[in-house]
């Protein structure tokens, strides 16, 4: 492992440096850059799926009782959820985009949090889509959940899509569903294109997408991992920091101690 900051002055220096050095950075985050905007992690002991076990696809494919339970659970989290804003991390990574020194944010996410915070849609890539709106599985076209619950609410039963009648699913990738393709893709050349990679609030344990850091530092790339708890890439890291994300990325997200 490289070196370990101590203490919340040293981790934003050795941040801000690093980020300093660098020329072209990718940024790669995990639900610890949300957790302060109130989402928890879905992980994490009490966390979403301690309490709701996520509806395998297949099981929402082939049965409308599943399908009506997982939009059911899908409402009932948008009531605590909907109001959610971007937090320091967020900003922060605008900041870096919009300034040009991210290139790409590749994000495990569903909350649309950084295309909120000013990220532009093109530069966000979302390994696991979107849960802010719903896509039909047969043509792909886009629903928006606001018009989804009112006919839920309506006649109790998730509406058909209204070009072709397919199913409508929440446009996130369930377990059990294929990875997107052109996401992939996307993640892949925007890492071999970056010297620098930056993990931020990412447990780095589910894969495909946990390999994307691995694959950074296998290319020539520096790897900074920031995240309050280890993660199992540490070893291989240039640079970790174990402290609170929103607090070290803060400063970066004003301009201050610009890297």
């Not at 940024?27 to 709701?52: H, Q």
């Not at 052109?182 to 925007?190: I, L």
């Not at 309050?228 to 400063?251: C, F, Q, S, W, Y």
């Amino acid at each position: 492992m490289g070196q370990a900051s101590n203490g919340l002055r040293e981790a934003q220096a050795a941040m801000r440096d690093a980020l300093a050095a660098a020329r072209r950075v990718v940024v790669f985050t995990g639900a610890g850059i949300s957790t302060e905007c109130g989402i928890p992690d879905f992980r994490s002991p009490g966390g979403l799926w301690s309490k709701n076990m996520p509806i395998h696809f297949d099981e929402f494919v082939g049965s409308e009782d599943n399908r009506i339970e997982a939009w059911r659970r899908k409402f009932a989290m948008e009531e605590h959820f909907a109001g959610a804003e971007p937090g320091r991390g967020h900003k922060a990574v605008a900041h870096l985009v919009l300034k040009g020194k991210v290139s790409h944010v590749i994000t495990q996410n569903i909350d649309g949090l950084h295309q909120a915070s000013g990220v532009p849609e093109e530069k966000v890539i979302e390994l696991h889509g979107n849960g802010t709106y719903a896509t039909c599985l047969d043509c792909g076209e886009r629903c928006e959940h606001a018009w989804v619950k009112i006919e839920f609410d309506r006649t109790g039963r998730p509406p058909a899509c209204p070009r072709c009648a397919g199913l409508i699913k929440s446009a996130t990738i369930s377990f059990g569903q294929a990875m997107p393709e052109r996401e992939m893709m996307r993640a892949r050349e925007a890492t071999l294109g970056c010297d620098l990679f930056v993990s931020i609030g990412s447990s780095l344990v589910v894969y495909p997408a946990a390999g994307f850091p691995i694959m950074a530092k296998q290319a020539g790339a520096s790897l900074v991992i920031l995240n309050r708890e280890k993660t199992e890439l540490d070893d291989i890291a240039d640079l970790v920091l174990n402290e609170d994300i929103g607090t070290v990325m803060a400063p970066l997200a004003h301009g201050r101690n610009e890297p």
